[in-house]
C-alpha cells in the first residue's frame, strides 16, 4: 500500500500570512492531486500535477510537485478567511487506486 | 457532462442491521470507481475500486463488501452492521488517463 503523510495536521494562521503544506508519499508515483474539503461536505479537487516540476497555480493556492524527492508542497500567500478548509493530497499506485494523506486542517484567523 | 449520485445523504442503523449505500455515474462509460469512508476528523480510507462490472478490488478485510452490477452503479453493502462501521462514505469515479477523482456528496452513517 502506498504511504501518503501529511504535516502540518493543523494549521492556524493569521490573514495576510504565508505558508506551505507538505506531502511525502513512500514509493515512485508520477502524478499528485491535491484536494479540498469544507466542514460537512465531500471532496473538491484543487490541482492535477502530471510531472516532476509541475506547479500550478489558482489564487491564493500553489502546488507543486517534486517526483525525485517523493515531495509536494501547497504553498498559501497572503491568506484569507475563505481558505478555511482542510486539504488533502492523494498519490496513485500503478493500478490507480488513490491514496490519500492525513489531511491538514486550516484555520485562517482575521 | 457527468455527474454521480450517492445516497442516502443520512443514514442511522442500529448495530447488526444490513447496510446498502449506492451510487451511480452519469454521462460517461467504463469509468473507475471508488468507495472511501471517512472517520470523523480522520483522512480518507480505500474500501473499494472497481475498474469494471463485477471487477471489484478489496483494501481492507472487513464486514463490508462492493458490486457493480452495471458500468455505472457501484454498491457498498453489510450483512451486519457494526459500531465501528460509522463514519462518512464517499463514493468517487474517474475515466481512463491522468484526471482526478471526482466525488459524490457522500453518505454519513451513524450505527448506534
Known amino acids: 500500500e502506498l504511504k501518503v503523510e501529511q504535516n502540518p495536521l493543523f494549521l492556524s494562521m493569521q490573514e495576510g500570512k504565508n505558508y506551505t503544506i507538505y506531502c511525502n508519499y513512500s514509493?515512485?508515483?508520477?502524478?499528485l492531486y491535491w484536494y479540498r474539503q469544507d466542514p460537512g461536505k465531500s471532496l473538491e479537487s484543487l490541482f492535477v500535477?502530471?510531472?516532476?516540476?509541475a506547479v500550478k497555480q489558482e489564487g491564493r493556492l500553489m502546488a507543486s510537485l517534486d517526483t525525485k524527492a517523493r515531495l509536494s508542497t501547497l504553498h498559501i500567500t497572503a491568506a484569507v478567511h475563505d481558505l478555511s478548509a482542510t486539504y488533502f493530497c492523494?498519490?496513485?499506485?500503478?493500478?490507480?487506486?488513490?491514496?490519500f494523506g492525513t489531511g491538514t486542517s486550516l484555520t485562517v484567523i482575521p | 457532462s457527468q455527474t454521480i449520485h450517492q445516497w442516502p445523504a443520512t443514514l442511522v442503523q442500529p448495530v447488526g442491521s444490513p447496510l446498502s449505500l449506492e451510487c451511480t455515474v452519469e454521462?460517461?462509460?467504463?469509468?473507475?470507481l471508488y468507495w472511501y469512508r471517512q472517520a470523523a476528523g480522520r483522512g480518507l480510507q480505500l474500501l473499494f475500486y472497481?475498474?469494471?462490472?463485477?471487477?471489484i478490488s478489496s483494501e481492507v478485510p472487513q464486514n463490508l463488501s462492493a458490486s457493480r452490477p452495471q458500468d455505472r452503479q457501484f454498491i457498498l453493502s453489510s450483512k451486519k452492521l457494526l459500531l465501528s462501521d460509522s463514519g462518512f462514505y464517499l463514493c468517487?469515479?474517474?475515466?481512463?488517463?491522468?484526471?482526478?477523482?471526482?466525488f459524490g456528496n457522500g453518505t454519513r452513517l451513524t450505527v448506534t
Open positions: 468517487a469515479w474517474r475515466p481512463w488517463g491522468a484526471s482526478p477523482l471526482h
Open positions: 514509493t515512485t508515483s508520477d502524478r
Open positions: 500535477l502530471l510531472s516532476n516540476g
Open positions: 492523494a498519490a496513485p499506485n500503478t493500478g490507480n487506486q488513490f491514496y
Open positions: 454521462g460517461t462509460s467504463n469509468p473507475n
Open positions: 472497481s475498474v469494471g462490472i463485477g471487477q
